[in-house]
C-alpha cells in the first residue's frame, strides 16, 4: 500500500531534483496541473496512470522507489549500464571485429576533416533498433 505522505515527499524530492516546480512538473507529464496540487496537498493518491507518466518522462526514477522509498533517485548507474547492456547484441567475436591493421589505418588515413568511409554492406540490412543516449546518462530505445 502507498503511504500518500512519503509518497508526496518522494515526489517532491523529483521536482527538486529536476529544478521544477508543481505547475512545470504536470505539463512535463502531461498531466492537470490541479492533479498535481491535488496529490501534493495529500487530497489524492497517485494513479497508476500517473505514475507510468512520471516513469516515461523521468527514466532516473524507480518504480519501487516512487511507490514505496526501496530502491534508488536516481537509478544507480550500475542499473542503468545493465539495463543497457541486456538490451544490446553480445560483443563481437575476434573474428568480427576490425584488425588492428583496419584500425590504424582508419586513425591515421589523411588530415582532412573530411569523415572516414567504412566499407560495410548493408544492402540487405533492416533496422533493428534504434538507440539514442543522452549526456545525462539516459537513453531512449525505439524499434521500428
Known amino acids: ?6 509518497f508526496v515527499k518522494r515526489l517532491e524530492i523529483v521536482l527538486d531534483y529536476y529544478g521544477l516546480n508543481a505547475s512545470a512538473f504536470a505539463d512535463k507529464i502531461g498531466v492537470q496541473r490541479s492533479s498535481i496540487s491535488h496529490l501534493l496537498s ?9 505514475i507510468m507518466k512520471i516513469l516515461e518522462v ?25 539495463e543497457i547492456s541486456k538490451s544490446l547484441p553480445p560483443i563481437l567475436s ?22 572516414k568511409k567504412l566499407n560495410f554492406n548493408l544492402e540487405n540490412s533492416e533496422i533493428e533498433k534504434i538507440v539514442l543516449f543522452y549526456k545525462n546518462g539516459t537513453f531512449k530505445a525505439f524499434s521500428p
Open 94 to 115: 575476434n573474428e568480427d571485429s576490425f584488425s588492428t591493421d583496419e584500425l590504424n589505418n582508419i586513425k591515421t588515413t589523411g588530415n582532412s576533416s573530411e569523415p
Open 58 to 82: 523521468f527514466p532516473d526514477v524507480d518504480l519501487y522507489w516512487i511507490l514505496i522509498g526501496k530502491g534508488n533517485f536516481p537509478k544507480n548507474l550500475d542499473e542503468r549500464s545493465s
Open 1 to 6: 500500500m502507498v503511504n500518500i505522505d512519503e
Open 42 to 50: 495529500g487530497r489524492n493518491k497517485p494513479s497508476l496512470d500517473f
